[in-house]
């Protein structure tokens, strides 16, 4: 694998590219400790076991074989896989058209969906507003609902507020572009629902009719996701498997 924090998703699905979205989780038992086994670089290659601690003193330790021959490679990947075992312990399916034929294991795409975030939506452009070259706003073919409330140390009342979980929010829309690659824009509508997009500063994107539109609060628009395998289905569809991105394994 690979870092992929920097790194745009190469497709973005919601429910009206896909269908059937779904997420199991496993429980493994974590070991406290690895003891892994490696040909240590530094002793001509000889054998060597390393004891490698996670959660822990004590309870179980699992034998693991590796490829890398240094101590610190091997401290590293021993805390790369013991972090991934909880950080990517959940795997997501769904099933996409022929469009992401393209798609391949490794790969980093973005999902929208309700079961993921309930501060997200989605919709097909129908219209926009333009003044010279940029875009100034687009219409969708479905209401959206957007948060954008003032941040907490800004409210002269605290009272007044209705969810403590919209404070501070602010939303951007996303546009996927005919080539499948996306640009994210801040929005300057106020908190409400509605069919029509304002850009906070107008940009020449370049729309069409039935261009996709996602909406969530600014970084966290959608989910972001690596393709763990892709499973082949009938009429050139595909089945996905994700597991999350987990930046935080690279750190």
């Known amino acids: 694998g690979k870092d992929t924090s920097g790194d745009d998703p190469v497709m973005i699905f919601t429910p009206s ?3 059937g979205f779904r997420f199991s989780r496993a429980f493994p038992e974590i070991p406290d400790a690895i003891r892994a086994v490696f040909r240590d670089k530094t002793r001509d290659y000889a054998e060597r076991q390393l004891l490698v601690p996670d959660s822990g003193a004590g309870g179980l330790i699992e034998r693991r074989e590796y490829e890398e021959v240094t101590e ?5 990947r021993v805390t ?11 795997s997501y399916s769904l099933t996409v058209p022929p469009a992401a034929i393209a798609v ?6 973005g999902v929208e969906h309700d079961v993921l975030s309930q501060q997200t939506g989605r919709g097909r452009v129908v219209g926009w507003t333009v003044s010279g070259s940029n875009v100034t706003g687009v219409t969708l073919d479905r209401p959206v609902t957007i948060v954008n409330e003032a941040d907490m140390h800004v409210l002269s009342d605290m009272h007044a507020v209705a969810d403590m979980h919209e404070v501070g929010v602010s939303m951007a829309a996303v546009f996927v572009l005919a080539d499948g690659t996306s640009e994210i824009h801040a929005l300057s509508n106020a908190s409400g ?8 500063t107008p940009a020449a994107v370049n729309v069409f009719e039935e261009m996709s539109v996602v909406i969530g609060p600014a970084g966290r628009e959608y989910g972001r996701f690596l393709v763990s395998d892709v499973t082949p289905q009938d009429e050139f569809t595909a089945d996905l498997t ?7 394994l690279w750190a």
């Open 17 to 19: 590219n896909s269908r």
């Open 80 to 90: 790369f896989d013991l972090g991934a075992a909880r950080k990517q312990a959940t």
């Open 193 to 200: 629902e509605t069919d029509t997009l304002a850009l906070a």
């Open 242 to 248: 994700l597991i999350d991105e987990a930046p935080e």
């Open 72 to 76: 610190a490679e091997v401290i590293r």
């Open 104 to 109: 391949r294991r490794g790969d980093l795409v």
